[in-house]
């Protein structure tokens, strides 16, 4: 009887385990949602719904749209300066209905015109579906908190 419930136990205990298939479709779809400066316009708005809305901190109103998205991925990418857009942490994935959030924590960086440091760090909160082992973005809303260093960067480091 032991031997039938420890088997029982382990089972389930297996089954359990296998990782939801959205859940990896979804931290690759994130992968490249911040290679935003990396990536052509188009690329990076082929992640998202159609009638996806993005709301970002100086867009309060929210880009809408693939072709809103390609401008706000063509402005963000036409600013000067090196910019780095990172995931920073891991992601915190919640299932409710069929759709999966995650907040994720990012930073990003550039060295402006004038040699000082500009950060940005805060919080993505994606909105994904997931449909016929396919991911998209249906909404982002993203927090930030901004830092600039009062000094300039040598350009030999």
Not at 55 to 72: A, C, D, M, Q, T
Not at 80 to 87: P, T, Y
């Amino acid at each position: 009887m032991r031997s039938v419930l420890l088997l029982a136990l382990l089972t389930v205990a297996l089954v359990g385990a296998q990782e939801d298939p959205a859940i990896s479709s979804i931290s690759n779809t994130t992968t490249t949602f911040f290679q935003l400066f990396e990536l052509p316009c188009t690329s990076w708005a082929s992640l998202f719904e159609k009638d996806a809305v993005f709301y970002h901190p100086n867009v309060p109103e929210g880009v809408r749209g693939i072709s809103g998205l390609i401008k706000f991925c063509e402005g963000a990418q036409s600013a000067k300066g090196v910019q780095q857009f990172r995931q920073d942490g891991h992601m915190r994935i919640t299932k409710s209905g069929q759709h999966y959030h995650a907040l994720v924590e990012y930073v990003y960086s550039v060295v402006k015109d004038n040699g000082r440091l500009f950060t940005n760090s805060g919080w993505e909160n994606l909105i994904f579906s997931y449909k016929n082992g396919a991911t998209t973005i249906k909404e982002v809303t993203e927090y930030f908190n901004r830092n600039s260093l009062p000094y300039t960067w040598d350009p030999s480091s």
